[in-house]
Every structure is written in structure tokens, then in C-alpha cells.
């Protein structure tokens, strides 16, 4: 007995802890593993179907896809940088009037979920829509207003959509320049645009390209803008492919294409995230601002523009359809469900999966975080954020298949829902914990032991309320994308079990806007806390910590 | 907040999906129409029954998918369909369980399985609609196949080729012109540059609004768009001597095998063949009642003034995977 015990402590000497670190190795393994197991799977069920499969879409299929994806996402990307440079430069730089209040006012367009703006341009702008109403009633002839469906409306939707990215990094790029660097270039004489290329553009390069990049991984991951619009990209392929055949493996095929798109990018991305070049700003004086005189109502006029398009129009129409159904009551409002208690039930469908994805990811990524900041060790941590390589029509594709096959118990159910969620946004769960335990200094977690405190109460004491607040951005960070997401869950939501984007998106599908009004503004109230984690993030100090 | 509370917050939201997991003793319908078809029915249907239904609105083909995924443990107890074609299949695959009972016997012997497998309730026809200001009566074309003509190019819509009616409608034109024909038709109708949308409410209103010509739609819904008050007119292709005619095609509901509740699900059988449902699709829908003595909606030509494709029903089902292999070959949308 006495010899066994000291084995025992003479073993637990030797490996210093090794055993603990090994059961952490392998409870991270098995996360990571479960997390990034949808996109293996899906890339090699694609990736084993019959090579005649593959022949028949490469001659009918992928061509065209590939075009009409890859078009969209270099334009959007092109359109996003542009605007997104622009609005950062007018708003840091320029004597912009009121530019105080446009620098948070716009990217809180980010609010709205790009789906709903869609709607909403389509029910504005379309045929028979409340423009070309108002024009009739006006004229009192019909007059033709441009197609919003199509390569033009969607770019424009996505550009309103991905401009933000571009437009806070760029705005914290320019912050952090060294004025002084422009100074010395007019000093030895150079012109205000030689300045802009030669010497502010290739500070801002590595910001830009971040941001475009997003831009362009949120193009080939977005189902609902170009569903709603009538243009055909990868994810509606094969949202149509899972949805209309029985067959799923011409989807899956599709998907590996998707997928090996993705990464891509999102390597190229991580590449170039680590290129920033770093100098000494010694300077803290600000820039003179740039006087825009008689440019100023142009630059106005372009900001408000921006403003109308991404945030009022929306918001005003969701207002003009939810009075109308008020107003005018339809039949059609009883066989919707749109009295207010079943608005509740859907509200709290969404509320229950998105609030269990945040809780549970949270969960899931402390032990991946905790090997990451203390250990260093962050090869298993990538492995995890290989979901958001994935379309949410991906993922519900690859879930279903897996669940179906191994636990057909939760095959549509609840957590195969929120499993979605937790795949797909895994990765902010990921950089919300590991940032909030940078911030531990390991020494202070030792002093507490030190003095006698149990490991609990060390946890409880020090850690916990240190890490605290960067758990809850990123549990709000989670909770809110997963309140607007679409295509998964309309392919795995259970029976009876709608969300307010799932009724808004068959609603607005039948053409019953008066009907998608009142989900949609409440998924708006639902998404203003979004606004405060914004407003942290236009303040990059606040953001990256100390 | 301490840090008990804390934990009994997490546990809430944690454990907060479980009692959300499953609802029980109700019936659940897993169905393939749109949403707004099929909602009064099944309200009518839980007014005078007492039995509570969850609805699950989708694609017919995922959630036929789904049913035979289910297998042998479904959540669904009853399939509806837009298409019976899709029922066959299901039965062909032993997905359903038969039913036959006096009431469902009322609907005539070609519009349901012949084991009782699946019962179809509602009839429609494929028909082209166009926008009455956009086309003169002169103008129209008489047949589905002059719409490969050149003059007709960008000026149609039809709904895509994942949606059951469209499937349905292209294996009856294989069983009766063959696979090598409607395969050139199909790509003759892309090369026209002829738009697919994402489903028939789509086209109809497309069509209502004028922003295309011709949509190719199933005949309710040239009424539904009449009675939205769009300038619409309708025309039956294909009914010379020698042509070949309309598909008729019915929508239909089946009790899927293993279901736990049978009894509700044969009692929703039965409600749908009464003489009140069928009123119910005829009246609020334009559909054909199929209960004989049930009128059709004022307005709706009745089907024995149509000359209809010599096409079972039960073929669609079995020709079924062969023509989603010819459409994804075609590649239309």
C-alpha cells in the first residue's frame, strides 16, 4: 500500500502534470475532430463520387457556376473596397459635416441581415413593387423601373453587405498611420494623389486586402441575396440539388468545389493577415483634415445614399408592410401565423437554438483556447475553424449526412441545429475565449494558489471575472449570427420548430410581405445589441486589448 | 451576478432545447405544397377533429427524402405531395402503409394507388398563362412545343426543374415522345433562353406583374393570379385531333409506414376525401375536387372539356429517378 502510494507520487514527479496535459490533448482532439468533421466529410463524399458524375457536371454544370460565382465575388469584392475606402477616408480624414455620427452610423448596417435587405429592395424596386405603385399612383400610367434581379441587384445588395469589413478595418488603418510619413512626402514635393498612392495606399494594402478578402468569402457563402434575386452561385446550386433530387451526391460533388474555393481564400487571407507592416508611429499629432468645399454635398450626398440603400429603406419598408397588415387586415395574416403569440413562439425558437449554440460553443472552445494560449499549441485549434469554410447549406448538407448514418436519434432535432451553429461559428467562440485568457497573466493564477486558494476557487476568484468580459462579446457574437442564420436551418430545423428568419424567408417567398414584416423587425430589435459590439470594435484599442 | 447563478443560467440555456425536443400526441404532417394551399384544409381538419397537427412545409422531394431516411422509425405520420408521381415512388421504395376505407374509396381509381398506398385528393392540369397585356389571343402559341421558336426567346418563365409538377410533366412527355425527344426539347427550351424561377407562385406573379409574356404553370394558378386582380389569361396546349393533350396531374397525402399515430393519420385521409376538403382545394385553390359530385370553382374548365395526355399516374413514380438523371444532364435550372 504504502509502496503503491509512493509509486504513485514518485510517477506523478516524473511526468509533471503529463497525464493532465494528455487527457486536455485528447479532449481538444476530439472537439476540434467533431468540429471539423463536416468538412471532411462532405469534401470526401464529393470528392468519391463516380468520375461519370463528375464528367456530367463539369460538361453542364460547373462552367457556368464557377463564372457566375466568381464574377460576383471579384465585383463585390472590387465594389466593397472601393466604397468601404472611401467612406473610412471621409469620414477620418475629410471636414465631412456630421462625419462624428457617420463613422458608427455606418457600419450599422451590419444589423440588418443581408437576406432581409434583399427583401426588401425586391418588394421596393421589383415589378409590381411599392415604387413602381407609387409612380402609378403618381403618373397614373405604369412606369418601367430597371430590374433589380439579376448580376446588377445582387452586387449591389452584396456590396451593401460587405462594405462594413472593408470600411472598419480601413478606418482603423488610417488612424494608425504616422502623419508624419505624409508630411515628409510633401515636404519633398509630392501631389496629394502621388501621397494617396504611393505612400497611404501601400500602408493601408494590408487592411484591404483583409477586408476584400472577407468580402469575398462572405460572396461565396451567402444563399439568401442571390436566392432572393433570382442569380444562381454555388449555394443555391446546391441548395436546389439537395432540395429537388433524391440523389445528393451531384450536391456534394458541387460542394468540394465550393469548399476547395473557400479555403483558398481563406489561406491566401491568413497569409496575408500576418504581413501588416509594423513601424513606430511616432507622431501622435493628427493630420490635418482634408477640406472637401464645394465637395462636401457630393460626399454627403454619397454617405446619405449609402445610409438609404443599407438602412432606411429597409427599415422603412419592413414599417410600411407591418402598417399595412395592421391596416388592411388579410385573411392571409390568420393562415400565417402572424398573430402575435405564434411571433413569440417563433422568437423564442430562435432565441432557444441560437442561445444554446453560444452557451455550448463557449463551452467547446475553452479547452481548445486553453491549449492555445497556454500551452502554445495551436495546431488543433485550426483544425476547428475549418467551419467557417463552410456554407451553412454545407453544413446542413454534411450534418444530416453524418447524423443520418451515426445518430439518427438527433437527425432533426433541436441540437442538430444548434450542432450547425456551433460548426459554422465555432471559430468566433475560439478567438472571443483565447483573447479573453491572453489577458490571464499566469503569474497572478499562481500568486492566488500560492497564498492557499484551491484550484476552483483560483478559477472562480481570478480567472473567470478577467476572461468575463471577452466571453460575453463572444457569446453575443455567436448568439447573433446564429439568430440570422437561413439556409441551415431551413434544411434542419424540426418539425414545428420555426425561427423568425425561417417564417420571414417562406413568407416573403409566397409574396406576403405584410406577413414577413413583423418577424422581420423583430429580428432587427432582436440584433441591436450587435450595435455595442460594433461600437467596441470602432475602437481597435478596445478590441485587441492593451 | 455570482456564480451560481451564473451556472443556473447556463444550465437554463443548455438544457432549455430538450423540452422543445419533440411535440407528442400530436399529428405530424410532413408536406410538400405550398404552405398557403394546403394551411385551410388542415385547419378545417383540426376544428372538426380536435386532433392537434405540426406542420412541416417544404420541397416534396426533401422531405419524401426525409421519409425515407425516417425509415423504420419516422417522425412524420402523414406525406402530402404536389405530384403523385412522388407518392409512387415512396410506395415503391415501402415507404408508405395502405390504406383503404370507405370514404377514400369515393375518389375514382385512377387518381389513387392501387393498394391504397397513397390517395390523391386535388387535380390539376399543365397549362401556359400569359399576360393579356402583353399578348393578343392571335399571338399565342397552341402547343408546349412551339415554345423552342425563336420569337419566343427570354419571354417565358417556368418554375425549376427540382419542382415535382415540372419533373411529372417531363416524364409524361418521355413516356409518350420519348427520352432521346424531350431531351432535345429541354435543351431547345434553354437555348430559348427560358428563365426557371423558384417555384410557380414566382412565375404566376411574374407573369401578373408583365415582366415575362408566357409562364408555364399548373392551371390553378392562372386563377390565383386572376383573382389578385393581374391581367392574365390562360390557354390548354396541345388540344388539336392529332396533339397530344395536357398532363393531368393530382396532389395527394399518404400514411407513411411505421406511423405513430395511424389512427389520426387515417382519420386525416378520410377528411380529405369529404366532401368538405374537396370543396375546400376546389374553391379556395381552383383545383379539381376529385370526390365526384364535388363542382369545380366557377370560372375552371371542367376536365372532361380537356383532352388529357394518355399518361397513369402511377408510371410517373416509376419513370421517376430516370428523369431527374435526363434533367440534370440538360442542366436547366
Known amino acids: 500500500m504504502a509502496f503503491s502510494q509512493a509509486l504513485a507520487r514518485r510517477t506523478w514527479a516524473r511526468w509533471g502534470g503529463a497525464p493532465r496535459r494528455a487527457l486536455l490533448t485528447l479532449t481538444v482532439g476530439s472537439i476540434a475532430g467533431a468540429i471539423a468533421l463536416p468538412l471532411g466529410v462532405t469534401f470526401w463524399y ?54 462624428k455620427i457617420f463613422g458608427p452610423l455606418l457600419t450599422a448596417t451590419l444589423v440588418i441581415p443581408c437576406y432581409l435587405i434583399a427583401i426588401w429592395h425586391v418588394s421596393f424596386w421589383g415589378p409590381g413593387g411599392l415604387l413602381a405603385r407609387g409612380l402609378e399612383a403618381i403618373f397614373s400610367a405604369s412606369v418601367s423601373v430597371p430590374s433589380i434581379y439579376g448580376f446588377l441587384g445582387v452586387w449591389l445588395i452584396l456590396v451593401m453587405a460587405t462594405y462594413p469589413y472593408v470600411y472598419t478595418l480601413a478606418r482603423a488603418a488610417l488612424r494608425s498611420l504616422d502623419p508624419q510619413l505624409e508630411e515628409a512626402a510633401r515636404s519633398l514635393g509630392a501631389r496629394r494623389l502621388t501621397i494617396f498612392t504611393r505612400v497611404t495606399l501601400p500602408l493601408l494594402a494590408p487592411a484591404l486586402a483583409a477586408g476584400g478578402l472577407l468580402a469575398a468569402v462572405y460572396v461565396l457563402s451567402d444563399y439568401g441575396v442571390v436566392a432572393a434575386l433570382r442569380y444562381e452561385t454555388f449555394t443555391t446550386a446546391i441548395y436546389k440539388q439537395l432540395t429537388g433530387r433524391y440523389d445528393q451526391a451531384p450536391a456534394a460533388a458541387l460542394s468540394t468545389v465550393l469548399i476547395a474555393l473557400t479555403v483558398l481564400l481563406l489561406v491566401v487571407q491568413q497569409r496575408l493577415w500576418g504581413r501588416g507592416r509594423h513601424y513606430y508611429k511616432a507622431s501622435q499629432k493628427a493630420l490635418p483634415l482634408v477640406r472637401l468645399g464645394p465637395w462636401k454635398w457630393i460626399a454627403l450626398g454619397s454617405v446619405g445614399l449609402v445610409l438609404l440603400l443599407g438602412l432606411l429603406l429597409p427599415v422603412g419598408v419592413s414599417l410600411y408592410w407591418l402598417l399595412e397588415g395592421l391596416v388592411r387586415s388579410n385573411p392571409s395574416a390568420v393562415l400565417w401565423g402572424a398573430s402575435f403569440p405564434d411571433l413569440l413562439r417563433y422568437a423564442w425558437h430562435s432565441l432557444v437554438s441560437a442561445g444554446g449554440a453560444a452557451s455550448l460553443g463557449l463551452l467547446l472552445a475553452w479547452p481548445l483556447a486553453y491549449r492555445a494560449v497556454r500551452y502554445g499549441q495551436r495546431g488543433l485549434t485550426r483544425l476547428a475553424q475549418a467551419g467557417q469554410a463552410l456554407p451553412g447549406v454545407l453544413i446542413a448538407l454534411a450534418l444530416a449526412f453524418l447524423l443520418h448514418r451515426f445518430v439518427p436519434s438527433l437527425y432533426f432535432t433541436v441540437w442538430a441545429l444548434i450542432g450547425a451553429y456551433i460548426v459554422r461559428f465555432f471559430s468566433h467562440a475560439l478567438q472571443a475565449t483565447e483573447a479573453g485568457l491572453a489577458r490571464v497573466p499566469v503569474r497572478l493564477e499562481e500568486a492566488a494558489r500560492s497564498l492557499g486558494h484551491p484550484t476552483l476557487s483560483v478559477w472562480r476568484r481570478v480567472t473567470l471575472p478577467l476572461v468575463a468580459p471577452s466571453l460575453a462579446a463572444g457569446w453575443t457574437l455567436i448568439f447573433l449570427n446564429a439568430l440570422r442564420e437561413l439556409p441551415a436551418t431551413l434544411l434542419l430545423r424540426p418539425p414545428g420548430f420555426d425561427t423568425l428568419p425561417v417564417r420571414l424567408w417562406i413568407a416573403a417567398g409566397e409574396g406576403f410581405y405584410a406577413q414577413a414584416a413583423g418577424p422581420a423587425l423583430l429580428l432587427i430589435v432582436l440584433s441591436l445589441p450587435m450595435l455595442y459590439l460594433l461600437r467596441v470594435g470602432d475602437r481597435p484599442e478596445v478590441r485587441h486589448g492593451d | 451576478m455570482s456564480l451560481v447563478k451564473r451556472s443556473l443560467l447556463l444550465a437554463v440555456l443548455l438544457l432549455a432545447p430538450t423540452t422543445l425536443a419533440q411535440p407528442s400526441g400530436e399529428l405530424i404532417i410532413y408536406s410538400g405544397r405550398s404552405e398557403p394551399l394546403i394551411v385551410p384544409v388542415i385547419r378545417l381538419f383540426q376544428q372538426q377533429t380536435g386532433v392537434k397537427v405540426t406542420l412541416q412545409s417544404g420541397s416534396a422531394t426533401a422531405l419524401a427524402n426525409l421519409v425515407l431516411q425516417e425509415q423504420p422509425n419516422p417522425r412524420a405520420d402523414v406525406f402530402i405531395a404536389n405530384d403523385a408521381g412522388t407518392l409512387e415512388f415512396l410506395k415503391l421504395k415501402g415507404a408508405l402503409q395502405p390504406y383503404i376505407s370507405e370514404k377514400t374509396r369515393a375518389i375514382p381509381e385512377q387518381f389513387r394507388a392501387r393498394d391504397g398506398s397513397w390517395l390523391g385528393v386535388s387535380g390539376r392540369s399543365r397549362v401556359l398563362m400569359y399576360n393579356t397585356k402583353l399578348l393578343k389571343p392571335e399571338e399565342l402559341p397552341t402547343s408546349v412545343f412551339e415554345l423552342t421558336d425563336p420569337k419566343w426567346k427570354n419571354k417565358i418563365a417556368m418554375a425549376t426543374t427540382r419542382n415535382e409538377s415540372v419533373v411529372a410533366w417531363v416524364t409524361a412527355l418521355r413516356l409518350t415522345k420519348g427520352d432521346e425527344f424531350t431531351k432535345e426539347y429541354l435543351f431547345k427550351l434553354k437555348a430559348n433562353g427560358i428563365v426557371t424561377l423558384n417555384g410557380h407562385t414566382d412565375v404566376r406573379k411574374a407573369v401578373g406583374r408583365g415582366e415575362f409574356p408566357l409562364g408555364l404553370v399548373n392551371h390553378y394558378y392562372y386563377h390565383l393570379e386572376l383573382r389578385d386582380g393581374s391581367p392574365v389569361g390562360v390557354l390548354y396546349p396541345d388540344q388539336g385531333p392529332t396533339d397530344l393533350g395536357v398532363l393531368v396531374n393530382a396532389a395527394g397525402a399518404a400514411i407513411v409506414k411505421n406511423a405513430k399515430r395511424t389512427k389520426e393519420a387515417q382519420l386525416f385521409l378520410d377528411f380529405l376525401a369529404s366532401p368538405q376538403a374537396q370543396k375546400l382545394f376546389a374553391e379556395l385553390n381552383f383545383e379539381y375536387p376529385l370526390l365526384p359530385g364535388v363542382p369545380t370553382a366557377p370560372g375552371v374548365r371542367s376536365l372532361e372539356t380537356i383532352k388529357l395526355m394518355p399518361v397513369r399516374l402511377d408510371e410517373l413514380g416509376k419513370e421517376l429517378e430516370k428523369t431527374l438523371k435526363l434533367l440534370d444532364e440538360v442542366g436547366l435550372g
Not at chain 1, 472601393?82 to 471621409?90: D, E, R
Open chain 1, 46 to 99: 464529393g470528392v468519391s463520387a463516380g468520375p461519370a458524375l463528375w464528367a456530367t457536371l463539369w460538361h453542364v454544370r460547373l462552367l457556368p457556376l464557377l463564372g457566375n460565382t466568381l464574377a460576383l465575388a471579384g465585383a463585390v469584392t472590387a465594389g466593397s473596397l472601393l466604397l468601404g475606402v472611401l467612406l473610412a477616408w471621409l469620414v477620418e480624414r475629410t471636414d465631412l459635416p456630421g462625419r
